[in-house]
């Protein structure tokens, strides 16, 4: 299939305007009134509060409204599963929860109001280590967790390891009998934050049909709303969610943050209420990627065969666990790699902590479960003798196969793409001395979703979408007008985007998230534009007398034949405009999955223990490319990302206490950092929808790390198993082994 | 932010006798070059002053003049210009590195060089608000039972920051000097002097009083024969501070020391001077053993805290390859 539009790169649909500084966020809008408010966040990581004194406060100058937890008794917000306190109740959890707020004229004022709040503190046990907080014994940190909503399974006795799920296939004993060779090891993981430029930030406006108005920068607004009315229990159709620009998502704006306290202060007050969380309190209170402990055994024969392979998680949940989409992480079980064995077993819990809570970030859980598979892979791929690529190769999964966890897919290219890297990268040249080549693979189906979108053609010559998807940065609404354009034979740039609010788009639209958006996007805009010009060429057959199988479009006209005709001139003729719709209902399990491998090469210094990373390979199972420069940014972002996570990033907590409060501190990589990066797409017919693409924003963020690790041994012969992978780990590990 | 006065200073005068003033009132005051370090500062609730007197708007004192001695620097000569200085380059051998390893290029096109030699520390307790450190008036140094990975491992105690100034080790090994400005008038000392262990006193990095301001450095030429070595080793490749940093100035002829200097950056709370070193190294021929053994003898005494041993071993590693590297 050939076409115009569709497959060729097309500048972004937001570029000119987050250049020049037009595009409106959620801190440009301000409303006559507007109240600031911030929060008093707990110093303690698990304590009573015996007492909150808030008298001094409320006689502060400018103070118009104060909460505490006596206030929002009993309310619980969360994404789907709730368990998060609006404002901390009787007991705190971490530190940096919120235990009080202020809403004044003025965010001075707001913030000297806090210091006048007395609290009385009685501390409690407190537990940090993820692994001791799963086990029976372990301070208690949300007794009441089997009365939470959306909690997947009940316990007998409440525990902190509030989601178990295990999978398991064949029998995992039986299997560790059959293997020659049974390697185990332990993999640590810390927590890093997404880094986005704007914070968390909402403005909340109780108007005066008395609707709840929320401009907020999150990428799910209809779940937003569901959250606001699930929690306060009132209708949904009682908030409006307005569009505003995102800054910046990487998977961390699903969730509602200040939204819930911004409404109560703004029906407290009678005033619009915004909130902007400070970068420091993005550290110590945003909801980071997990942390997590992984203990992987694999049993293989002598040829190198895999038989049995058991992954057991801990991931750290911090004190809540409402900041994801469902309470399970499904991601890390993809610690389960992309081999065929007849037994395994997969156990992943997600685990109460006092420490910050965790949240969602780009490809939730497999940065984590690749990082501990794919290098333990290397590991037992070394221990029988054999090259780690060889060993994969041998191992990987094949058409018919399916995956450790029970997916099944169809298309599989797991051993293309690895040959694909392999060749692109020079795997098999030559190395000079403490020079290390390390691979790693993962793979991610695009999520599903639903969807509506509707295309207006207009007399006045407009062609204009309207959608209630947000556009979260990564391009999706240039997706979307490349295939109205394709569809209508028009030029993108013609076309406008209007983005719905949550009265206007339909309200089950699931958002942004999961690398859903391409593929959900595209077939509703495919159908809508479909739809529209449908209706558009039976007017004219009815108008013009053309028989309709014979029009075609072009641009602002309707051919036929030599004849050409203007659409808008006919439509102002019968003074209204053609609508096309479209309903996606697409969110099922995806037929086909997308693999992606990687090759890192580095250098280590081996007296300081330094590792350049000279050069990072990857390639990817795709379908249909919609934008290429689209597409390649994402590749590029997300191995960035992926550096970061693998060589520099963590946010360091201390007995529940985030030590960093800045971006000095908290380091991601910047360009220096960044070696040359080269992609190989293998790019095939299979894919979803009309046409036919799979994901990419998830896909090349996990690899990385592992690929640098197994790089590292390969140069020095040294296995750092904790993230991330820094001079000083690579510095200790070598003279620990050469004495 | 707490919101604050800022004074754009005319002279240096004005800016010494507002500090004093203020001083005597009791209001916090302080004075900013290029505001890049102390900005995040007060954003992070760090510091919050009364007044903020800015020094930029005083007139000619961000010269960089080559005098036949060698080299005076204005207080508010941004790092940019000291990076980019062709002469300065070229004769003072490793100070353009040194400021072209600080931080960030947007950093070093408003950061000064005062700025840079008076910078508070990036300790991370410090720069939080959820942490009263000893430096900022609470009872203890979280390094020593926290997180020291990035602390100090000589000359600390009771407070184990490092001094976070890339150009500062540079200078020291130049031997420059620095001029200060005060109620009492003008007075010239060796930047070595400039810089306060914690074990004097543990709230301040220097020994500036209240109403002094820096207003000069002066770098003398190198002399005739000599060699430098700068080398930062940071964990992102900009914007970072240094786990180590070693800065050498060799003066030798066929081989043999006649003077060396060897500072340390990033492993104590002042530019640490490597005396035992370089007293060692003076008359020597410069080969592996003897720069291994000056490597040794300057991490003498070095008491690491338990996170942060590995930079006794890298601090070596680098002085060798620096030695090695000068003739
Ligand atoms: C994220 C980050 C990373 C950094 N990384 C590095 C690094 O790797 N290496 C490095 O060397 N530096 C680093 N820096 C520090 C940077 O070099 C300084 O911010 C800059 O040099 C300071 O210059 P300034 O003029 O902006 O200082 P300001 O912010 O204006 O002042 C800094 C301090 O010096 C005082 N001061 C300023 N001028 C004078 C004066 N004339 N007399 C007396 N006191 C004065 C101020 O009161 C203040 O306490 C970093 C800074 C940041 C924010």
Known sequence: ?739 | MKSFENIDAKSVKEAVGLLSKFHQQKKLAAVVGGGSEFLQLMKDHVVEPDYVINLKTIPGLDYIREERGGFRIGALAKLADIEEHAAIRDKLLILAAAAGDAASPQIRNAGTIAGNLCQRPFCWYFRSSNFTCLRKGGQSCFTVTGDGRFHAILGAGPSYIVHPSDTAPALVALGAQIKIAGPAGEKNIPLEKFFLLPSVDYRRENILNPGEIVTEIFVPMPKAGSKGFHHKLRERQAWDHAIVAVDTIVESSGGVVRNAHVVMGGVAPIPWRATKAEEFLRGKKLDEASAKQAGELALEGAKPLKDNVYKIKLAQELIQRGLLASV
């Open chain 1, 1 to 739: 299939m050939s076409y115009q539009v569709v497959g060729k790169s097309t500048p972004r649909t937001d570029n000119t305007a987050k250049v020049t500084g037009e595009a409106r966020y959620t801190s440009d809008v301000l409303l006559p009134g507007t109240l600031w408010a911030k929060t008093l966040r707990s110093p303690h990581a698990h304590a009573r509060i015996v007492q909150i004194d808030t008298s001094r406060a409320e006689r502060a100058p400018g103070v118009r409204a104060i909460l505490t937890g006596n206030d929002v008794r009993g309310i619980l917000y969360g994404r789907r599963y709730r368990d998060i306190s609006v404002l901390a109740q009787d007991k705190v959890r971490f530190i940096g929860e919120r235990v009080a707020a202020v809403a004044a004229d003025t965010l001075e004022q707001a913030e000297a109001a806090l210091d006048l709040i007395d609290v009385r503190y009685e501390d409690l046990p407190a537990v940090f280590d993820v692994v001791a907080a799963a086990k029976d014994g372990a301070p208690l940190i949300h007794p009441d967790m089997n009365n939470y909503k959306g909690l997947p399974k009940q316990f007998d006795q409440p525990t902190n390891a509030f989601v178990q799920d295990v999978f398991t296939r064949g029998d995992i004993a039986s299997g560790f009998a059959q293997a020659d060779v049974i390697v185990e090891n332990t993999y640590t993981v810390p927590r890093v934050h997404q880094g986005f430029l704007e914070p968390h930030c909402c403005l909340v406006w109780i108007d005066e049909q008395e609707r709840i108005q929320i401009w907020s920068p999150c990428k799910v607004p209809q779940g937003l709303k569901s959250s606001m009315a699930a929690a306060f229990d009132i209708p949904k159709e009682k908030i409006r969610v307005n569009p505003v620009t995102i800054g910046g998502d990487f998977g961390g704006k699903g969730a509602p943050f200040d939204e819930p306290i911004a409404y109560l202060l703004a029906l407290r007050s009678g005033r619009p209420v915004k909130m902007v969380m400070e970068y420091r309190e993005e550290f110590i209170a945003g909801a980071p990627r997990h942390s997590g402990v992984m203990r992987l055994k694999t049993g293989v024969k002598r040829d190198g065969t895999m038989v049995a392979h058991e992954m057991e998680a801990y991931l750290d949940a911090g004190a809540y666990g409402g900041f994801r989409p469902g309470a399970v992480i499904g991601g890390v079980a993809h610690a389960g790699g992309c081999y065929r064995a007849a037994h395994a077993r997969i156990s992943v819990s997600r685990v109460y902590t006092n420490n910050l809570p965790g949240g969602q970030f780009r490809a939730p859980g497999e940065p984590q479960g690749v990082f501990a598979a794919e290098s333990h892979i290397d590991c037992v791929a070394r221990k029988v003798g054999m090259d780690p690529a060889a060993f994969r190769m041998k191992n990987l999964m094949v058409e018919g196969d399916e995956t450790l966890t029970g997916s099944h897919y169809k298309d599989i290219k797991a051993k293309e793409t690895l040959t694909a890297v392999l060749k692109a990268s020079g795997y098999d040249a030559p190395k000079a001395k403490n020079i290390g080549r390390g691979v790693a693979m993962g793979y991610r189906g695009p999520g599903g979703g639903n969807t509506a979108m509707q295309l207006s053609l207009n007399p006045d010559g407009s062609v204009v979408i309207h959608t209630g998807l947000f556009e979260q940065g990564t391009g999706t609404y240039t997706t979307i007008r490349q295939i109205v354009a394709e569809e209508l034979r028009c030029d993108p740039e013609t076309i406008r985007i209007d983005t719905l609010d949550t009265d206007l788009g339909v309200s089950y639209d699931s958002g942004i998230g999961g690398s859903r958006g391409t593929r959900v996007a595209s077939s509703a805009a495919y159908s809508a534009a479909c739809d529209a010009r449908e209706k558009l060429l039976t007017m004219a057959e009815k108008l013009l007398n053309w028989p309709k199988a014979e029009i075609t479009l072009d641009g602002d006209f309707l051919v036929h034949q030599k004849k050409r005709q203007r659409w808008d001139e006919l439509l102002k003729g019968i003074g209204r405009a053609i609508t096309g719709e479209a309903v996606t209902r697409d969110d099922g399990h995806s037929p086909v999955t997308a693999f992606a491998a990687q090759v890192a090469e580095v250098a280590v210094d081996s007296a300081t223990g330094e590792v350049t990373l000279r050069k990072l390979t990857t390639a990817h199972d795709t379908g249909a490319i919609m934008n290429p420069v689209g597409h390649q940014g994402q590749i590029d972002g997300g191995v960035v990302q992926g550096v970061g996570y693998g060589m520099i990033e963590y946010l360091p907590v201390l007995d529940g206490k985030v030590e960093v409060a800045n971006f000095g501190e908290y380091k991601l990589p910047n360009i220096q950092d960044i070696p040359v990066l080269k992609t190989v797409i293998v790019e095939s017919a299979s894919g979803v929808g009309p046409y036919k693409v799979k994901g990419i924003g998830e896909n090349p963020i996990s690899p990385v790390a592992p690929a640098i690790a197994n790089a590292i041994e390969d140069a020095v012969g040294v296995r750092i198993r904790d993230l991330p992978l820094t001079a000083e780990k690579v510095y200790r590990a070598l003279r620990e082994k050469n004495g």
